[in-house]
């Protein structure tokens, strides 16, 4: 994989944006300070199995990280947004897991004064189930399927506004709505007014997305396949910038992703009116990139499915199918020892009848799962 050294230069050039071929840290040189009103990323992840394009260590990850955001901080507005996507690490060679996003989310906060807008967690509910060991051979922890997001400012107000990314109301809200709902304080000390009532026609999303990172970049796999080049090994879905890019841009706003892989931030900028630059420092990855601004970018959301399997996820509530005997003992070593034959293992936890065990649902705390309402 040829790794770009030397000067940043644009290597392909739309109506809105530029892709620069390079070290972001020299293509930011290049901006304008106080110019950019957000900047939107995945960085490479401290990783374990290290992927192609050469993750840090997870130890060293915040020091590799520092000078970028020092650079971000740099070329942010005052009122801009630095959203960072960062999947979680495991250490090696046992089941606990890295502290370092959260160490890098610190750190950015306490040397460069960012502010922690919020945090967002990403559900891809596509996940496979890993790490094998832990999760499939010893069963001791559970898919690791969540990467966070942080959303960070220059200052506590940052532009933003949730009435760009709403959602429909869940089929129980609709039948609340229908049915009225009775005003009155509840237990845990929450007002619930009349207001509750008022049907605003969409929902405020929650701070958890569900995107399914699988074949929504299909123009994209396209144009990989017709030209020989191997697509990006970690792409995220076009949902997951879309969300930002729309509740913190204004059309003609300029965004960054300084970490652009195939420049599918690039891509959801172009479709809605943002100026873009995006960085890479592979030329493979840039050269697939082009691909997106060829085709129209209405082919990206051209994923499998119908569109109310795309639409909704049905999320089951944690632990509602128990698959062993309830007395069935847990490891006492906490997993340590790998059971020597797995398939001996396996007969052994197998239950004798499938018992599933479905908890009586509470109507009042259901009311909360949906999220808030417009006001
Ligand atoms: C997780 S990937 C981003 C994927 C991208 N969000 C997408 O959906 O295609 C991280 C990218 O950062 C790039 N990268 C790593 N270090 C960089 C640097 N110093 N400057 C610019 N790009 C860098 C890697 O080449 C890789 O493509």
Redesign the pocket.
Known sequence: ?A?TQGQARTYHQTALGRMVL??????LAAVDADSVNLIM?????GLVRK?G???ADAAEYVDWFRP?GAAFKRVLKDKGSLVI?IGGSWIPGQPTRSLYHFKLLIMLCEEFGFHLAQEVYWWNPSKLPTPAEWVTVRRIRVKDAVNCVWWLSPTPWPKAGNRRVLQPYSPSMKELLARGYKAMKRPSGHDISEHFNRDNGAAIPPNLMAVANTDS?GSYLRYCKEQGIAP??????VD??EFFVRMLTDVGDLVV?????????GEVCERLGRRWIC????ED?LRG?VGRFETRTDDLRDGKGSAADRNYYRIPRPGILWNGAEDAPLPADGGEKRPANMTAARAKTKPEGRKSRLASREPTAELFERGGRLT
């Open positions: 994989m790794v390079g070290d972001a840290l020299d293509a990323t995945s960085p490479p992840f992927k394009y050469g993750n970028f996507d970049n990006h090994p970690a792409r995220y879905p997951v910038p992703d300084p970490f652009a892989g195939s420049c599918v931030t960085i890479d420092l592979v990855y990139a």
